[in-house]
């Protein structure tokens, strides 16, 4: 009896699971359609091509206020932007002064993401920003604490523009005892974390961000 049936069960597994591989063909990829494209930041080096006027192309650096002036559409901020929304825009203010203007927008070479730690740490110094990093993380890419390092009282350091930077305070030690590691901080690219020794005086919530060199030192990334 069984050796009747075996023929018609494999038959629908095989149904069951050519339709599977059929559907799940036919299934668009969803992460490659929603994954965000990239906006430009201060550092970028951006082109500009005229097709039928070219004594207007121009190379570009953002800088740090994440403004650039341009040929013919003057002062734009393009930090932000992507470059299908800076090409728009480009044509739209050039077409004032030239007619239906073809224009090319290239990005040529891009400020690498990255985050500084610095202070009680074995290894300090500027790391590589690809994926998602909490503060933890960026200790351990550091080495890990040194013994003198107050666990408890971690600093990242984030600019908010040109002349402010906030500062985040965060308890490690606490989130390592508790096992709570959902509630790190997770950086963004240009964050900067301070692990300072036992006793550090106290640090304001925002500070301008010239005063950021009298905890980092801006060539070796280590704490003064």
């Given at each position: 009896m069984n050796v009747k049936r075996l023929p018609i069960r494999l038959l629908l597994i095989l149904l069951l699971t050519l339709a599977g591989m059929r559907a799940f063909a036919q299934t668009p990829d969803l992460t490659l359609q929603t994954r965000p494209r990239y906006a430009l930041r201060a550092g970028d080096t951006v082109t500009f091509d005229y097709r039928y006027t070219p004594e207007y192309n121009q190379t570009v650096t953002i800088q740090p206020d994440g403004f650039v002036n341009l040929n013919i559409v003057g002062d734009?901020?393009?930090?932000?932007?992507?470059?299908?929304?800076?090409?728009?825009?480009?044509?739209?203010?050039?077409?004032?002064?030239?007619?239906?203007?073809?224009?090319?927008?290239?990005?040529?070479?891009?400020?690498?993401p990255y985050?500084?730690?610095?202070?009680?740490?074995?290894?300090?110094g500027r790391f590589d920003f690809y994926e998602k990093t909490t503060a933890m993380q960026a200790v351990l890419l550091a080495g890990g604490f040194k013994e003198e390092?107050?666990?408890s009282d971690i600093y990242v350091f984030r600019r908010v523009n040109g002349d402010l930077a906030e500062v985040h305070k965060i308890n490690l030690h606490k989130l390592r005892t508790s096992k709570d590691l959902?509630?790190?901080?997770?950086?963004?690219p240009g964050?900067?974390?301070?692990?300072?020794?036992?006793?550090?005086?106290?640090?304001?919530?925002?500070i301008k961000a010239t005063?950021?060199?009298l905890y980092f030192d801006p060539l070796a990334y280590t704490l003064r």
């Amino acid at each position: 009896m069984n050796v009747k049936r075996l023929p018609i069960r494999l038959l629908l597994i095989l149904l069951l699971t050519l339709a599977g591989m059929r559907a799940f063909a036919q299934t668009p990829d969803l992460t490659l359609q929603t994954r965000p494209r990239y906006a430009l930041r201060a550092g970028d080096t951006v082109t500009f091509d005229y097709r039928y006027t070219p004594e207007y192309n121009q190379t570009v650096t953002i800088q740090p206020d994440g403004f650039v002036n341009l040929n013919i559409v003057g002062d734009m901020r393009l930090a932000g932007m992507t470059l299908d929304q800076v090409h728009a825009l480009v044509v739209e203010r050039a077409s004032a002064r030239l007619n239906k203007p073809e224009v090319t927008v290239t990005l040529k070479e891009f400020e690498h993401p990255y985050i500084v730690v610095a202070g009680e740490v074995d290894k300090p110094g500027r790391f590589d920003f690809y994926e998602k990093t909490t503060a933890m993380q960026a200790v351990l890419l550091a080495g890990g604490f040194k013994e003198e390092a107050q666990q408890s009282d971690i600093y990242v350091f984030r600019r908010v523009n040109g002349d402010l930077a906030e500062v985040h305070k965060i308890n490690l030690h606490k989130l390592r005892t508790s096992k709570d590691l959902e509630r790190d901080l997770t950086l963004e690219p240009g964050d900067m974390v301070l692990v300072p020794p036992n006793k550090l005086a106290h640090i304001s919530r925002f500070i301008k961000a010239t005063n950021l060199s009298l905890y980092f030192d801006p060539l070796a990334y280590t704490l003064r």
